[in-house]
């Protein structure tokens, strides 16, 4: 039915509207207003609490006859960061909150005895939204489009029960400051009778219309009546949603005082937002639904939102969202005649000083009698508070940077702004763009309010020169996209250059030695950095650098090496020069080295080593070795052409190898091995004699000395018979172990062996060195453990 008037309500105005303008067509055909009106459109980006801005609307009449006009709201809204809509409304200049209040008929606000039937009856409602009050609160419900959807939380189990008797009420903290009027709530009434109050009084039964002054006021009535919790099955529990957030107040199954209308009973729920938002859920509404208040109401009772009073409206799955309207655009007139060939200014006030950050959406409609345009539609747009970019660096240098390697720079987007910095485009341009690339934190990306973001830009050039580019930055920053980042750096590269490439030592006699200085030059644009001078080559050992080190050459620069050349052995000699550094493209350098070396002037020099050689002690019947080495210091060879042994005891020692004749290039060297083999306990001596062409050292007499030695043990007494032991008793026998040679015995085991060795224990005495002359006792005791005749050995091992 509600439907039904709605359809009935706009048809009988769209036939007023088309008779009233067809009689004029035909009445006076000639003569008719044309509405202009400039600007179109408004739009509007300014920051959070810059106040208010004037501006003008002009209405021109470009017609005949005088333009009447008028402006209302069209539909605005408000577009929360949430996803949330809010209404907002066109007020006009001066206009004073509460000067278009209405006294309800003093039969409404009449006193009806508890339990009479209340025979009030309220206007219908027309319409699923309205509003504004004068404070600029509306209302629209979930029949409506776009608004509430109805979403019922059950917090019978989550919630608190509060045990209110008739006409009866609690106050319970807010969990948070709920704004209401203009003023914070920090707690509630509950009432037992359908609606909350932040008044004194919670027990009015009988329900008022909205707004009058008296008690209770400062309310909020999803569904004030005269009800009694108390009946069976009504309950009452109120619940702190800290997810949406949200403060749920509900009725269970609620019933009339004294069970007027039957069966009739009510289940719904009152929602306060921290964003001053108000919502009414209507889950089971069941008979009497027409002696009701729905709305709010301020505390002077001289404001208000009424939705219903005594009239049909509420049903089941039915929401109500209940918002301050945000009054951020006035304007004054609101209406007036203008005639034909005259303008006439509206001034329009956006004042943001108390708005938040958001997208606020408005039309003004002017309405008029031009029967061309009877309704101009006029947007107007406000962005509050947009993001505010900013870029740190504005430019940046990366220097000089090698060619093949790359430099990195940050490039920090920042918002101070008030909404998320939305940025779409991180681009490169300019002159070299591709000598440029950007290696993390590219486009798209949002930067919230009070945070940054980081573009890394890397300088990767790959040919020396000077380059140039830009960072094109673009967001929906409203005055400062795009931001372009200038980009430099030069591309430098080393080059270096070695004179001369490669060099011949020629001949060289052994004995002698030459230098050869090289010149590293730097004929790049970058620095040349010389990392390593080294020698290698089969000869490398000949070679040394004597002067020069590495480091750093500028561009133009040079560095002198000197290579000095000293000959060890005769023949040709190869080597070279190796040069590292940070040439993109020639490192190392190498520079060959080459000589030939020929014998000198000198005659051969025999050089032996050792002269004596002491082979130490030595037991006869083994030997020991020792090398003797014959080396030529001269510069031409050395021929030897003997190598024997003489002297007091040739024959206890022997040449094992090496032996004459032979021959030793200049540099070089020749071992001879000999071996010591006495064969007595004695002291030995020899010479080896080596002669050759030496002209003053020959021939040359190796002294050698050695000496053979041996232990001699002696044991006593050489055996011993125990006699007759009683079984359970023991005897003791001392042996004496001496050394009767002439080096150290070393006694290294002492053992009982013998079909009876149980029987036998080694009491004192122990494994152990003895000099010569030296003795040691040890101590053998028998102790039977069984009858008869008992034989074992005492070995004694050693040296």
């Given at each position: ?575 070279a020069l190796e040069i590292s550094s940070d040439d993109p493209d020639e490192n190392p350098v190498v520079v060959p080295l080459s000589a030939t070396v020929v014998p000198g002037n000198d005659p051969a020099d025999i050089a032996v080593s050792p002269l004596s050689v002491d082979f130490g002690n030595v037991v006869p019947g083994s030997s020991a ?175």
């Amino acid at each position: 039915m509600r439907a039904l008037y709605q359809k009935l309500f706009i048809l009988v105005i769209s036939l007023i509207l088309i008779s009233q303008f067809g009689w004029a067509q035909r009445s006076v055909p000639s003569m008719a207003p044309a509405i202009t009106v400039s600007p179109t459109s408004f739009s509007y980006i300014l920051p959070v609490g810059s106040g208010t801005v004037a501006d003008v609307l002009s209405i021109g009449n470009a017609g005949t006859d005088d333009l009447l006009w008028n402006l209302q709201e069209g539909q605005p809204v408000l577009h929360l960061n949430n996803g949330r809509v809010l209404p907002v409304r066109l007020q006009q200049q001066g206009r004073v909150r509460g000067a278009n209040w209405v006294a309800p008929p003093s039969s409404y606000l009449a006193e009806i005895p508890k339990g009479a039937e209340d025979t009030r009856v309220g206007p219908a409602v027309l319409e699923g939204l309205g509003g504004p009050d004068d404070f600029g609160y509306q209302f629209i419900d979930s029949d409506e489009p776009g608004g509430p959807a109805f979403v019922w939380q059950d917090i019978t189990t989550s919630g608190t029960q509060v045990f209110l008797n008739d006409d009866d009420f609690i106050e319970v903290s807010l969990p948070f400051a709920f704004p209401f009027y203009g003023v914070e709530k920090n707690a509630v009434k509950i009432s037992s009778n359908g609606y909350l109050t932040f008044g004194p009084d919670g027990e009015e039964a009988l329900n008022l219309p909205i707004p009058v002054p008296a008690v209770p006021n400062d309310i909020i009535c999803p569904f004030w009546d005269d009800l009694n919790p108390v009946l069976p099955n009504g309950r009452i529990h109120y619940y702190y949603d800290s997810t949406a957030p949200a403060f749920i107040v509900q009725y269970t199954n609620v019933k009339p005082f004294g069970g007027l209308g039957g069966t009739a009973q009510y289940t719904f729920q009152a929602v306060l937002k921290p964003d001053g938002e108000i919502l009414f859920y209507y889950l089971d509404m069941r008979d009497i639904l027409n002696r009701a208040t729905v709305g709010i109401e301020n505390a002077g009772g001289n404001d208000g939102l009424q939705i219903a009073f005594n009239t049909n409206y509420i049903h089941n799955n039915l929401a109500i969202s209940i918002s301050p309207g945000a009054t951020w655009i006035t304007a004054d007139p609101i209406s007036g005649t203008v005639t034909p060939g005259a303008t006439q200014p509206v001034n329009l006030e956006i004042d943001i000083s108390t708005l938040t950050p958001g997208l606020y959406e408005a039309s003004l409609l002017v309405n008029s009698n031009d029967p061309a345009q009877p309704q101009v539609v006029i947007p107007v747009v406000l962005d509050v508070g947009p993001p505010d970019i900013t870029v740190t660096p504005p430019s940046v240098d990366f220097g000089t940077v090698l060619v093949g390697s790359s430099g990195s720079a940050t490039v920090t987007v920042g918002n101070q702004g008030a909404q998320d910095l939305s940025v779409s485009v991180t681009s490169l341009g300019g002159a070299n763009p591709g000598s440029f690339a950007i290696s993390s934190g590219a486009a798209p990306f949002i930067v919230p309010p009070g945070t940054t973001h980081d573009v890394v830009i890397d300088f990767i050039p790959l040919t020396p020169a000077s380059f140039s580019a830009s960072l094109s930055i673009e967001s929906n920053d409203p005055d400062g996209s795009p931001v372009e980042v200038a980009l430099s750096g030069i591309a430098v590269e080393p080059d270096i250059a070695v004179s001369p490439t490669t060099h011949n030592f020629g001949l060289m006699q052994l004995g002698n030695s030459a230098s050869q200085s090289f010149t590293i030059s730097n004929e790049g644009t970058g620095a040349l950095n010389v990392s390593a001078l080294d020698l290698t080559g089969s000869a490398a050992a000949e070679f040394s650098i004597t002067s020069g080190a590495p480091g750093s050459i500028p561009p133009g620069g040079n560095m002198a090496v000197e290579v000095t050349f000293t000959p060890l052995t005769l023949g040709a000699k190869s080597a070279a020069l190796e040069i590292s550094s940070d040439d993109p493209d020639e490192n190392p350098v190498v520079v060959p080295l080459s000589a030939t070396v020929v014998p000198g002037n000198d005659p051969a020099d025999i050089a032996v080593s050792p002269l004596s050689v002491d082979f130490g002690n030595v037991v006869p019947g083994s030997s020991a070795g020792a090398t003797v080495t014959v080396a030529n210091e001269g510069q031409q060879e050395l021929f030897v052409y003997s190598s024997a042994l003489g002297g007091a005891n040739p024959s206890e020692f022997a040449i094992v190898s090496g032996a004459a004749p032979f021959s030793v290039l200049p540099g070089t060297s020749h071992e001879i091995a000999l071996s010591f083999n006495p064969t007595l306990p004695a002291g030995f001596s020899a010479s080896l004699v080596i002669q050759s062409n030496d002209p003053d050292e020959n021939p040359v007499v190796v002294a050698l000395n050695g000496t053979g030695f041996a232990p001699e043990i002696a044991v006593s007494p050489s055996g011993h018979d125990y006699g007759d032991v009683q079984l359970g008793s023991s005897a003791s026998q001392s042996f004496t172990v001496s050394n009767e040679g002439t080096e150290m015995l070393d006694v290294t085991a002492l053992d009982l062996t013998g079909s009876d060795a149980a029987d036998f224990s080694v009491t004192t005495g122990a494994p152990g060195s003895i000099p010569p002359g030296g003795s040691l006792t040890v101590e053998v005791t028998f102790a039977p453990q069984s009858l008869g005749a008992k034989t074992a050995a005492l070995e004694i091992a050693s040296n």
